[in-house]
T-cell receptor, first 116, second 115 residues
Framework: GENVEQHPSTLSVQEGDSAVIKCTYSDSASNYFPWYKQELGKRPQLIID?????GEKKDQRIAVTLNKTAKHFSLHITETQPEDSAVYFC???????????????FGKGTLLTVNP | DAGVIQSPRHEVTEMGQEVTLRCKPI?????LFWYRQTMMRGLELLIY????????DSGMPEDRFSAKMPNASFSTLKIQPSEPRDSAVYFC?????????????FGDGTRLSIL
């Protein structure tokens, strides 16, 4: 099955700096890559996603890049703010022929701390 | 849009008791997913349904775990008998089942503690 590795497990930055979180996946058939943000005690919330037919997607201060050849994708957060502090999860999925759906395999998460 | 609704938010019970977690997906969503989150294992998919039919339950850890979806607006995850190692946060998520990569929307989770 799919295996998703996420690095680093913890990341501490100063407010205003950029943060980069990287993920690799094992199944070359994976074609959908969402990123979730989870604040302490709360639910994971989708912040951005990318499909395999594009290499980069941007939404204000966050961006995701995808390298299909190398099977890795990254989350970039610019001009970080204290409210960006949370656990970030990457995930990969592919079409599941049995169920006609997309099962997500999650990375282990990155605890991002933005220091004021 | 009320989002995915889970109940209870917290459950504390003694080992050996039956536990039932409940989920109401977003109206119109036809796929429903149950996840378990622990520090050690992260977010794990337990089972998912399409149009109320269980498709993949390979993530269900043991026969003590069972899930049902009797209609499009309700699902349960049951643990019987419960054990301390079942302590975790259980999330339900729903999505549309069509197109490439439909986002999954998570509920607020049930924090389960088995004593």
């Amino acid at each position: 099955g799919e295996n998703v590795e996420q690095h680093p497990s913890t990341l501490s930055v100063q407010e205003g700096d950029s943060a980069v979180i990287k993920c690799t996946y094992s199944d070359s058939a994976s074609n959908y890559f969402p990123w979730y943000k989870q604040e302490l005690g709360k639910r994971p919330q989708l912040i951005i996603d990318i499909r395999s037919n594009v290499g980069e997607k941007k939404d204000q201060r966050i961006a995701v890049t995808l390298n299909k050849t190398a099977k890795h994708f990254s989350l970039h957060i610019t001009e970080t703010q204290p409210e960006d502090s949370a656990v970030y999860f990457c995930a990969a999925s592919k079409f599941d022929g049995r169920g006609s759906n997309y099962k997500l395999t999650f990375g282990k998460g990155t605890l991002l701390t933005v220091n004021p | 849009d009320a989002g995915v609704i889970q109940s209870p938010r917290h459950e504390v019970t003694e080992m050996g008791q039956e536990v039932t977690l409940r989920c109401k997906p977003i109206s119109g969503h036809n796929s429903l997913f149950w996840y378990r989150q622990t520090m050690m294992r992260g977010l794990e998919l337990l089972i998912y349904f399409n149009n109320n039919v269980p498709i993949d339950d390979s993530g269900m850890p043991e026969d003590r775990f069972s899930a049902k979806m009797p209609n499009a607006s309700f699902s349960t995850l049951k643990i019987q008998p419960s054990e301390p190692r079942d302590s975790a946060v259980y999330f339900c998520a729903s999505s549309l089942r069509q197109g490439v990569g439909q986002p999954q929307h998570f509920g607020d989770g049930t924090r389960l503690s088995i004593l």
